[in-house]
């Protein structure tokens, strides 16, 4: 008998139409929008335990100098960065970057809802660079930020770059005594400079 049943369940399925799925819910409308994405962004950046400015490209050298005036080891990714004083491209080791007081990069875009920047690895072979080093300043670019995550996604492509991550304050845990530490695991404050 069980085989019988068996046999016309299989049958009944094989002799089942199969229509064309369901439509897939529209979802440009998932997430929160925010009339001054920026101010938004800056909030998060904030609570987070980031800092900010903002200031003209021609100022970003100055702006970082005047936060940072004691860092002796600093790499960069920016382009004609007068301020770098390691070359990335003689690290062949990423223990090397150990003692670096700043790294220097730019985001690809931020996001406002939580302040998280998203950043490429693409003319940078140690991605380390992003985690290891004292202090990180991001530059980034104040027309690059959008509302919330449904559009972040939307603007990744690893098929370019290979590697990206989210980067959102310095490095912080509550591990310890229930008490928050900054720069426990990583860098001890994310300074970004919006442009």
């Not at 950046?45 to 100055?62: H, M, N, P, Q, R």
């Not at 300043?137 to 027309?143: G, H, Q, R, S, T």
Request: glycine share 6%; hydrophobic share 40%; proline share 5%.
């Amino acid at each position: 008998m069980p085989k019988s049943s068996r046999e016309a369940i299989l049958k009944n399925i094989r002799t089942q139409k199969r229509g064309t799925p369901p439509s897939l819910p529209d979802t440009s409308r998932f997430g929160t929008t925010y009339e001054d994405k920026v101010k938004v962004f800056q909030s998060r950046l904030s609570d987070v335990g980031a800092l900010f400015v903002e200031c003209d490209k021609e100022d970003i050298a100055g702006v970082i100098r005047g936060k940072y005036p004691h860092a002796k080891t600093i790499a960069s990714l920016m382009k004609n960065d007068t301020l770098a004083n390691v070359d990335l491209d003689a690290v062949q080791d990423p223990h090397e970057l150990k003692d670096l007081d700043l790294a220097i990069f730019e985001g690809v875009f931020g996001v406002a809802e939580n302040g998280a920047i998203w950043i490429e690895n693409d003319h940078n072979r140690h991605r380390a660079l992003y985690f290891i080093a004292r202090h990180i300043v991001i530059v980034l670019p104040k027309a690059e930020i959008v509302d919330n995550m449904h559009q972040a996604y939307e603007r990744i492509d690893l098929s370019q770059s290979g590697f990206g991550t989210f980067i959102s304050g310095p490095s912080k845990t509550a591990d310890i005594e229930q008490a928050l530490v900054i720069g426990a695991h990583g860098p001890k404050s994310l300074y970004v400079v919006l442009v």
